[in-house]
């Protein structure tokens, strides 16, 4: 008879900055990219922003596959419904990981932290957030669903001040009129006054509306 079984060990991953800490630098940026992403392509959404003034820090899913069946375009995943609990347990820990040395330290001088999930991004980082309870000055939930386990007690450490943006384009096919209704009205319960949703004419990809107030 099969029987499954874990083990633990040491495992390396890969991440992308964009930009150099400096003086100068007012914004600490934590963005998680959708299915089918490499980081150091989803960071170059984020070279808009004043290079100066922005520090962009993006980890990377740690299942890769081939995209097509000539084998040529490579994308991640962060998890499936497989082991999706050991899965995420393994993400918290490498975002952990990833947050207390290229983030943490930095957060000095009145130095704001904004956190961004695209797509599969906001299941991985709603959750790491709802563990982990960092201060921040924006939450953008970029065309991604809000974990169902996850409850307005897990948000209830979250400051005045801070802000949770719901972003999505009008003609994503992925989100189907109820399934929006239904999200939107979570939302509302979850992070009460501190949401903002808003939309933008487009299918499921990123846009760059939210960086109108920062560049």
Not at 71 to 89: F, I
Not at 126 to 137: G, H, N, P, S, Y
Request: a positive charge; one cysteine or more.
């Amino acid at each position: 008879m099969a029987r499954q079984k874990r083990i633990t060990y040491t495992t390396t991953n890969t991440y992308h900055t964009l930009n150099t800490i400096t003086k100068d630098t007012e914004n600490i940026w934590f963005v998680i990219h959708g299915l089918g992403y490499l980081s150091k392509y989803f960071i170059k959404h984020f070279e808009p922003l004043d290079a100066k003034k922005n520090f962009i820090v993006a980890p990377q899913a740690p299942s890769k596959y081939y995209q097509d069946k000539a084998y040529k375009y490579v994308g991640a995943c962060w998890l499936t419904r497989e082991e999706r609990d050991l899965e995420m347990e393994n993400n918290i820990n490498y975002l952990n990981t990833l947050y207390i040395k290229e983030i943490e330290p930095y957060l000095t001088e009145g130095r704001k932290l904004y956190l961004l999930g695209f797509s599969q991004g906001v299941s991985i980082l709603t959750r790491w957030l709802a563990r982990t309870q960092v201060d921040f000055k924006t939450l953008y939930l970029h065309s991604g669903k809000l974990p169902d386990n996850l409850s307005k007690k897990d948000f209830e450490f979250i400051k005045p001040g801070s802000k949770v943006e719901f972003v999505y384009g009008n003609n994503d096919e992925l989100i189907t009129e109820k399934r929006l209704k239904d999200e939107k009205n979570r939302l509302n319960d979850v992070f009460t006054d501190k949401i903002h949703i808003c939309s933008f004419n487009g299918k499921h990809e990123f846009n760059s509306l939210i960086f109108n107030d920062l560049i």
